[in-house]
Nanobody
Framework: QVQLVESGGGLVQPGGSLRLSCAAS????????MSWYRKAAEKERELVAT????????IYADSVKGRFTISRDNAKNTVYLQMNSLKPEDTAVYYC???????WGQGTQVTVSS
């Protein structure tokens, strides 16, 4: 079955950086577009970024554009989210998802605070 395991979250000061990873299994990773979502307390879940299977340019939420970069390594079945210039409003649980499937991972907590 589809399994997604996120890692790399933590506590970081405003302006800092983190790199999230999501290890995928149970499906043909290279054939699937992958997305990162986040869920902050008392807010709706937000689509952060999506990377496709082709050379199509990834898409980003306006709130993270220019600060976050999504990438993938098909040899490792892993999708990444490089987060720079972090702000307190980026605090959330971050999840990855394969667009073709409904499964979610356990998420990884990102807290941006001084």
């Amino acid at each position: 079955q589809v399994q997604l395991v996120e890692s790399g979250g933590g506590l970081v000061q405003p302006g800092g950086s983190l790199r999230l990873s999501c290890a995928a299994s149970g499906f043909t990773f290279s054939n699937s577009a992958m997305s990162w979502y986040r869920k902050a307390a008392e807010k709706e879940r937000e689509l952060v970024a999506t990377i496709f299977t082709t050379a199509t340019t990834p898409i980003y939420a306006d709130s993270v554009k220019g600060r976050f970069t999504i990438s993938r390594d098909n040899a490792k079945n892993t999708v990444y989210l490089q987060m720079n210039s972090l702000k307190p409003e980026d605090t959330a649980v971050y999840y990855c998802k394969a667009r073709r499937f409904s499964a979610w991972g356990q998420g990884t907590q990102v807290t941006v605070s001084s």
